[in-house]
């Protein structure tokens, strides 16, 4: 059964840093790309984060470019976010999910997410 449970999420202050973490189970991480998004309050979820199936490329939205890095350890079947210099509009529930084809019902499959709040 696919499973993702993230952590790591808490409160900063603006400027400081912060390490996501996504355990993934149920299947294999290097079997496909893994996604990581964040929903702010009061808005969509928008992807934020993408990392090749081969793991050789990740692919940044542009308001975090520079500042996130998208990681993974197959071993332990995580995915990582290092998230640097946060500011006013990270604030969100962050999720990972693997990117499954589009008729597979695992897609519908999410995990709790993890909260950063960013405040002075």
């Known amino acids: 059964q696919v499973q993702y449970v993230e952590s790591g999420g808490r409160s900063v202050q603006p400027g400081e840093s912060l390490t996501l973490s996504c355990a993934a189970s149920g299947f294999s991480i290097d079997n496909y790309a893994m996604t990581w998004y964040r929903q702010p309050p009061g808005k969509e979820r928008e992807i934020v984060a993408v990392m090749s199936r081969a793991g050789d490329n990740v692919v940044y939205r542009d308001t975090v470019k520079g500042r996130f890095i998208m990681s993974r350890d197959s071993a332990k079947n995580t995915v990582y976010l290092q998230m640097n210099s946060l500011n006013p509009e990270d604030p969100a529930l962050y999720y990972c999910?693997?990117?499954?084809?589009?008729?597979?019902?695992?897609?519908?499959?999410w995990g709790q997410g993890t909260q950063v709040t960013v405040s002075s």
């Open positions: 999910k693997a990117a499954w084809p589009k008729s597979d019902m695992r897609g519908n499959i």
